[in-house]
C-alpha cells in the first residue's frame, strides 16, 4: 500500500472529510487534557516559564519528519502524490510574525483558541471573532497588496535542498536540537518554580 490514499481513490470525499473530522476532534481532545486550552499556560513560553508549546510542537515536528522521511525511503509514501505548500518568503515571514505577535497577546494559536472555545471560555471566543475579522479585512485588501502576497515565490521549496544537503542531515539536526532544547526547557522551569497549572487545575 502507497500513501497517500486520496489520489488512488481508495476513499471518497465524504469519507476523507468524516475522517479528517473524527481525528480534528481527537487532536482537540488531546489539547485540551495538555491544559492547551488554558491561555495561561500558552503564554508562559513566552515568560520562559514552561515549555509545554516548545515541547508538543518540537516533538510533532520530528515525528512527523522522520516518519514522512522514512517512508518516503522505503516506497510507501509518493511524494509526488502528497500536497506542499508553494513558498512565498516574504508574505510568509510577515504572516508568521503577526501570528506570534496575536498568539502573545491574545494568548492563544488559531487551533488552541478552537479548543478553548469549545470549553465555552469567553476570551477564546473573542479572539476567534478576531480571526474572522482579520480574514475579512484581508479578503477586503487582498487585490491591493497582490504584489506582496507573491513576492519571494520559490514554489515547494525544502529546508535541504536550499542549504545544499540531505533530508537526513536536517532531520538528525532538528532531532539534536529538539533534544537540546527539552534539556534548557526543563532546566528554566525548575528555575521558575515549575510548570504552569491551567486554569482551575490547582
Known amino acids: 500500500m502507497t500513501f497517500p490514499l486520496g489520489p488512488q481513490g481508495l476513499y471518497s470525499a465524504f469519507t476523507g472529510m468524516l475522517a479528517a473530522f473524527v481525528i480534528g476532534i481527537g487532536f482537540g481532545f488531546f489539547l485540551e487534557r495538555g491544559g492547551f486550552s488554558s491561555a495561561r499556560k500558552l503564554t508562559a513560553q513566552f515568560y520562559l516559564k514552561d515549555f509545554a508549546v516548545l515541547k508538543v510542537m518540537f516533538t510533532a515536528v520530528v515525528v512527523a519528519g522522520l516518519g514522512f522521511w522514512w517512508m518516503v525511503r522505503i516506497g510507501m509514501l509518493d511524494l509526488s502524490s502528497t ?116 486554569e482551575g487545575a490547582e
Open 83 to 198: 500536497y506542499v505548500n508553494s513558498t512565498f518568503l516574504w508574505p510568509q515571514i510577515v504572516g508568521g510574525l503577526l501570528l506570534g505577535i496575536g498568539f502573545a497577546v491574545g494568548g492563544y494559536c488559531p487551533g488552541t483558541s478552537c479548543v478553548a472555545a469549545a470549553t465555552g471560555k469567553l476570551d477564546a471566543l473573542f479572539y476567534l471573532g478576531g480571526i474572522f475579522v482579520g480574514v475579512f479585512i484581508y479578503t477586503m485588501i487582498e487585490h491591493g497588496i497582490e504584489k506582496f502576497h507573491n513576492s519571494g515565490s520559490m514554489g515547494e521549496a525544502y529546508v535541504w535542498q536550499w542549504l545544499g544537503t540531505s533530508p537526513g542531515v536536517i532531520l538528525l539536526a532538528a532531532s539534536v536540537m529538539a533534544v537540546g532544547s527539552f534539556a534548557l526547557g526543563t532546566m528554566a522551569e525548575r528555575k521558575s518554580g515549575g510548570v504552569v497549572q491551567p
